[in-house]
């Protein structure tokens, strides 16, 4: 009855015509660029890694050994489960949760200071600076991370020049070039989410709180955050989700021990030729996301709706 009474009024707003055209592109982007491209990779996990002309027939069956090859490898694998495909998921997983938590220490002050505290052209100005730096190719601001972390960059000839270190570091291979760039790279999905949410705060209760003698700690976390954890929630997503997905800066910025769960798949996809087997591991990654989302937004006490919003 909802359903059919939200179609009523989104017609009756849109009128018949426009209603349709934009009912229609939606549906249109749902199916065919979501829907089917997961049903299909969900499908081609439980196949066997066939020849083309073998499809269809008697060895076309379902199976779950490519599950059962990312818990255990192959026969020939001689410990107990698939320790460098499992510690590869784990720790792009465990690296994901880390920017994310890291993007939102570095966001929220400033998504706060560009909502409450900014004012008239600084505040342009701020959201100017944020958004201008991404005109610039994902993959070309990936590559001057390299250079900037390089042993002959930016940080390491400073830090020598300064005496703090007498050789170069390798930030590459400690994986900090990685994690600062993948931080960067999602930042703004991060800010802006929370400053629209903290920019629609009534301000009066900020100053009802601070005559009430609250300090500035506890004004953030009775009043600011407990508003702002729609906001707040929907950045986690996005920055988790990416950065669990990425795939371009694990490949320029990560080090010769540093794989990630995403450049497994992309192998399996283009270098081993094995469909069945990356789109199993892609699936594995999409639900582990997927449930640490719902567990987040549990954790924050948020329903999905508010963060549609």
């Not at 705060?201 to 600011?224: C, M, Y």
């Not at 508003?227 to 320029?252: D, E, H, N, R």
Request: proline share 4%.
């Amino acid at each position: 009855m909802l359903l059919v009474n939200y179609f009523r009024w989104f017609f009756t707003k849109n009128g018949l015509v426009l209603g349709s055209i934009l009912m229609g592109a939606v549906a249109f982007w749902c199916i065919v660029m979501i829907i089917l491209p997961q049903m299909f990779m969900l499908d081609y996990s439980f196949r066997l890694n066939l020849a083309p002309h073998e499809y269809g027939t008697a060895k076309d069956v379902l199976t779950l050994e490519n599950y059962h090859y990312l818990l255990y490898g192959s026969s020939a694998n001689t410990d107990s489960f698939n320790l460098q495909d499992l510690g590869v998921f784990w720790r792009t997983i465990v690296a994901a949760l880390f920017v994310t938590a890291f993007d939102l220490a570095i966001c929220y002050p400033i998504a706060f200071y560009m909502a409450k505290v900014a004012q008239g052209g600084l505040s342009r100005l701020l959201v100017l600076s944020l958004i201008v730096p991404y005109w610039v190719n994902e993959i070309l601001r990936a590559f001057a991370f390299r250079i900037i972390f390089g042993a002959s960059g930016i940080i390491n000839e400073t830090g020598m020049d300064l005496g703090l270190w007498d050789q170069p570091i390798d930030f590459i291979r400690a994986d900090i070039a990685l994690y600062a760039g993948l931080s960067y790279a999602y930042i703004l999905l991060m800010i802006f989410p929370i400053y629209n949410a903290i920019e629609s705060l009534d301000t009066n209760q900020l100053e009802a709180a601070r005559d009430l003698g609250s300090p500035w700690w506890r004004i953030h976390w009775r009043v600011i955050i407990p508003y702002a954890k729609p906001g707040i929630t929907s950045g986690c997503t996005m920055v988790f989700m990416l950065t669990a997905g990425a795939l371009a800066a694990p490949q320029i910025l990560g080090g010769p021990s540093s794989l990630w769960f995403t450049q497994r798949v992309y192998e399996l996809f283009n270098k081993a030729i094995h469909w069945p087997r990356g789109s199993a591991y892609a699936f594995v990654l999409l639900v582990a996301c997927i449930i640490i989302v719902l567990l987040l937004m549990r954790l924050f006490k948020v329903r999905l709706g508010e963060i549609a919003r």
